[in-house]
Each structure stands twice: as structure tokens, then as C-alpha cells.
T-cell receptor
Framework: GAVVSQHPSRVICKSGTSVKIECRSL??????MFWYRQFPKQSLMLMAT?????????EQGVEKDKFLINHASLTLSTLTVTSAHPEDSSFYIC?????????????FGEGSRLTVL | KNEVEQSPQNLTAQEGEFITINCSYS?????LHWLQQHPGGGIVSLFM???GKKKHGRLIATINIQEKHSSLHITASHPRDSAVYIC???????????FGKGTKLTVNP
């Protein structure tokens, strides 16, 4: 099956620093990738939809200047948490929609646990 | 308002038991997904369905569009099935997913 690789799986950073999380589709092209956030014991919440070659679409309440998304190629999208604060500590996970042989199925990365001190 | 309700929230079973997890939603959908989230957080997509029934190994997913209800069944459950199972749907005409809160399944040996 298709694989989505997400890196890093865990990151601890100091308040005020920026953290970049990568999401790669390893064996398929993904024109659309999705970024989600999950707080402990809560549902996944969509943060933004990332489209290759264009600006991301952010959900209501998600600050686009704080959560920078870049989808520069058909296999890579990045999420940068800028000037991170402790309240940004969460589990971030991406998914990619396959456009070729997997006919629109969604594949998820392993997630990245961010802890901001 | 898009809503999805899962039941039960928590489920404990003995190895070998037949498991059913239910999902109800309130709007028209284009597809419904069943996902498995492991303790480490990683998510695996189990099924994507828009009608009828799908089977993969010991897992079976059904959906009734008229009743806006889907079920995930696990036959001959095993401790390795222990995980959180999440129902998610794409509202009609949208690519976005709306997620349920998940059902935490624990299968004891």
C-alpha cells in the first residue's frame, strides 16, 4: 500500500522557536495533502488543506501566519509552526490523497508530537 | 452543523470475541472512512466506503446511507487489534474529513 512518511516523529523545542514538520508521499503523487492537529483525548481537527503549487486553505480559527504550509512538489508538504508556544504542544498529523492508482484513498503519516517548553 | 457520533466510547473484549463499533452521522456524505489509531498516534486507513459493505481480513465495514449509519466489525478479535477506531466522513461535495471522537478498543488475551 501507499506510504506517507512524516518527520520528525517527536520534537521538543523552546518557546519562541520555529519547528518544521515534513510530510512525504513515498510512492505516489499527492496534489492535495491535509494537516490535522489532535489534542489529548480529543478528535483530530483539520487545520489546513495543502495544494501543490498554490496557497494552502486554512480552517477557521487557524492562524496562517503561525502555521506556514508549503507544498512545493507533488510528494512533499511542510508545516512550520512559527514562534511556538506551549499551547501549540500537540500531535500533528498529515494525510495525502492519492491521485493515481489508489483512486482517491487517503493515507496518513505517523504523526509528529510537538512539545513546546 | 456536521456531526458524527461513535459508540461505544470504550470497549473491552476478550480475545476471540466479535466486536462491533457504530457510527452515526447527520448530513449527506460523499464517503465514510474507518481509521485505526495506534497508541503511538499513527493512523491507518482501514476502509473508505460510500455504500454497501467491504471486507478485509477479519474486518468488515458496512454503511446504510438512508439511515446515515455505519458499523465496523472485527471477527475473532486479537490483542493486537487494541487501538482507537475512528469514523470520519467527507460531507457531500467536500474533500475535508469530519472525525468522530473514536472508540478505544482493548482486547485482553
Amino acid at each position: 500500500g501507499a506510504v506517507v512518511s512524516q518527520h520528525p516523529s517527536r520534537v521538543i523545542c523552546k518557546s519562541g522557536t520555529s519547528v518544521k514538520i515534513e510530510c512525504r508521499s513515498l510512492d505516489f503523487q499527492a496534489t492535495t495533502m491535509f494537516w490535522y492537529r489532535q489534542f489529548p483525548k480529543q478528535s483530530l481537527m483539520l487545520m489546513a488543506t495543502s495544494n501543490e503549487g498554490s496557497k494552502a486553505t486554512y480552517e477557521q480559527g487557524v492562524e496562517k501566519d503561525k502555521f506556514l504550509i508549503n507544498h512545493a512538489s507533488l510528494t512533499l508538504s511542510t508545516l512550520t509552526v512559527t514562534s511556538a508556544h506551549p499551547e501549540d504542544s500537540s500531535f500533528y498529523i498529515c494525510s495525502a490523497r492519492a491521485q493515481n492508482r489508489f483512486t482517491g484513498e487517503l493515507f496518513f503519516g505517523e504523526g509528529s508530537r510537538l512539545t513546546v517548553l | 452543523k456536521n456531526e458524527v457520533e461513535q459508540s461505544p466510547q470504550n470497549l473491552t473484549a476478550q480475545e476471540g470475541e466479535f466486536i462491533t463499533i457504530n457510527c452515526s452521522y447527520s448530513v449527506g456524505i460523499s464517503a465514510l472512512h474507518w481509521l485505526q489509531q495506534h497508541p503511538g498516534g499513527g493512523i491507518v486507513s482501514l476502509f473508505m466506503l460510500s455504500s454497501g459493505k467491504k471486507k478485509h481480513g477479519r474486518l468488515i465495514a458496512t454503511i446504510n446511507i438512508q439511515e446515515k449509519h455505519s458499523s465496523l466489525h472485527i471477527t475473532a478479535s486479537h490483542p493486537r487489534d487494541s487501538a482507537v477506531y475512528i469514523c470520519a466522513f467527507s460531507p457531500g461535495g467536500s474533500e475535508k474529513l469530519v472525525f468522530g471522537k473514536g472508540t478505544k478498543l482493548t482486547v485482553n488475551p
